[in-house]
């Protein structure tokens, strides 16, 4: 049923639409789909979250290891996010290593939870230079309408929150794990904000046949304190500066909208 | 632990002499790799980087081709030496990432419905980083296509501007971009005053991410006066070498 083509007919209908102020599936220009969140689903987990936003579906699974500190680093632990397009997503999606999709989808999730200093880093270090924890933030692509970032943003962050790191104790150098958890330390809550520009009119959270259409994609990430965190531009198609201080300004009030949702969860 | 090192002195001079709103110096050649279809180099500040251009030719493999346009592919590389550690020459997930953003950034600007079922190669070469690489990159390659004879809506040029010690920069270099707090690179086509390649990290304000991206198109118009002089040095040298015998 699912196919990514998209008629000539139906994207006409979609650019036509959007050029008059509405959307094929009735939402206005700064509407999302509905968003549902759970997190904690995934028991073996450190930390985890699923993500509904509309038909996307997105799991986020974190786990903690021990690990050595980047050279230039030593006093901070590690954070690596990846993102896997899993084969069950999508009709479009293929077993294999990662393509530069979904490799561009890890490094915007992760640009959005580092540049905002989410995760208190210094707080994982354990032996400066020698031992730190190592964040393994794992984006699962369940099932692909679009916007994947956004989905993928929310559900990495409410992984977070309710990430436990094991407690230890340490003997020589050598790390013994102890019963019981704490909270991974968090200072933010950094939300994406994804944009299409179709005949050069800006909607947020589009959809697959939205994205099928759009000339380019823009996301913006914002701190809590209402700073711009990361930024990226997708797509083949080109932005005018006056259309990237209206993403501004959106997306400023929405991730404001969206992180309530995320920490009344 | 290494001494902090100061970025911007009292007097507004960064660490290699510039003003906070200065371009570093820029060297521009077009046509120097005689096997590409184009090429070009730039020296902006300590960046070294080449870049070539094959195309339109056949695609492989096949399958990949276009019914109804070129095939526009991009690579973005460092060379090994190319930094202070040295760099796995296997394509990073930064310069994959980056590749698809710097094609997505020329993507706008070529004709590719002209060559239906071909494709166009850029190669991007950095043999010696000193930030702003993806930008320089896209600067000189632009400049590949063009040499190639590749039609083409507009140059692409690129320049990043961001922020550091509290200020806001022009063109960050190495130091900057690693100890400074934001960095907002962009790509732009300035006779459709459109923006063709975007991104940003660190934190800025919302009015600090305006000041950073009209420094950074500042920049870019500064340097497609550089581009267009390099383009046309390069015929004007063929027609001064043409011109010799006529001494006699």
Not at chain 2, 89 to 97: C, G, N, Q, T
Not at chain 2, 168 to 177: A, G, S, T
């Amino acid at each position: 049923m699912t196919s990514v083509m998209v008629s000539r007919i139906r994207r006409q209908q979609i650019a036509q639409l959007i050029a008059d102020g509405k959307r094929l599936d009735g939402r206005g220009q700064k509407d999302y789909r509905p968003i549902q969140i759970e997190s904690g689903i995934i028991g073996k987990a450190e930390g985890s979250a699923r993500v509904r936003l509309g038909k996307t579906e997105v799991m986020v699974g974190i786990k903690i290891d021990l690990g050595e500190p980047f050279s230039d680093r030593p006093n901070e632990g590690v954070l690596t996010t990846n993102a896997e397009f899993v084969p069950l997503a999508s009709p479009e999606f293929e077993a294999g290593p990662p393509g530069e999709e979904s490799m561009e989808l890890a490094r915007v999730v992760d640009r959005g939870i580092r540049e905002s200093k989410a995760i208190d880093l210094e707080k994982l270090c354990i032996v400066p230079g020698k031992k730190v924890f190592v964040v393994f933030v794992d984006v699962y692509v369940l099932n692909h309408d679009g916007n994947l970032i956004d989905a993928s943003t929310l559900a990495s962050i409410v992984a977070l929150m309710n990430t436990k790191i094991f407690k230890y104790e340490l003997k020589d150098g050598e790390v013994e794990k102890k019963p019981g958890f704490s909270p991974l330390p968090l200072k933010d809550i950094p939300i994406s904000v994804t944009f299409a520009s179709i005949n050069g009119k800006l909607v947020v959270d589009p959809w697959l046949d939205e994205e099928e259409v759009m000339e380019a994609r823009l996301t913006m990430a914002f701190s809590k304190d209402g700073r711009i965190c990361a930024i990226q531009k997708g797509g083949a198609g080109i932005l005018s500066p006056q259309q990237i201080v209206e993403a501004v300004n959106i997306a400023k009030e929405k991730t404001e909208e969206l992180r309530k949702i995320v920490v009344k969860s | 632990m290494t001494e902090k090192i100061s970025l911007i002195n009292k007097e507004g001079i960064r660490t290699d002499g510039r003003k906070l709103s200065e371009l570093r110096p820029i060297k521009l050649e077009v046509g120097i790799l005689s096997n590409a279809d184009g090429s070009a180099y730039i020296e902006q500040g300590k960046n070294k980087i080449l870049a070539a251009v094959y195309g339109p030719r056949e695609v492989h493999p096949r399958h990949m081709a276009l019914p109804d346009k070129a095939l526009l592919r991009c690579r973005y590389h460092m060379a090994p030496f190319s930094v202070e550690e040295r760099k796995s020459p296997a394509p990073s997930r930064r310069e994959i990432e980056l590749s698809k953003v710097i094609r997505e950034a020329f993507e706008p600007a070529i004709f590719l419905e002209k060559f239906p079922r071909t494709s166009i190669d850029i190669f991007i070469e950095v043999l010696q980083a000193d930030g702003g690489t993806r930008c320089a990159g896209v600067t000189v390659a632009s400049l590949a296509l063009a040499d190639a004879g590749i039609p083409m809506k507009d140059l692409i040029v690129a320049c990043a501007a961001g922020k550091a010690e509290g200020q806001m920069v022009l063109d960050l270099n190495d130091i900057e971009d690693k100890e400074g707090e934001a960095d907002v690179p962009v790509a732009y086509m300035p006779s459709f005053d459109a923006v063709s390649l975007l991104q940003m990290d660190g934190l800025l304000t919302t009015e600090e991410f305006q000041q950073a991206i009209n420094l950074a198109l500042d920049g870019c118009k500064q340097i497609y006066v550089l581009q267009k002089e390099a383009l046309k040095a390069k015929y004007q040298a063929i027609k001064e070498a043409a011109e010799v015998p006529e001494e006699e």
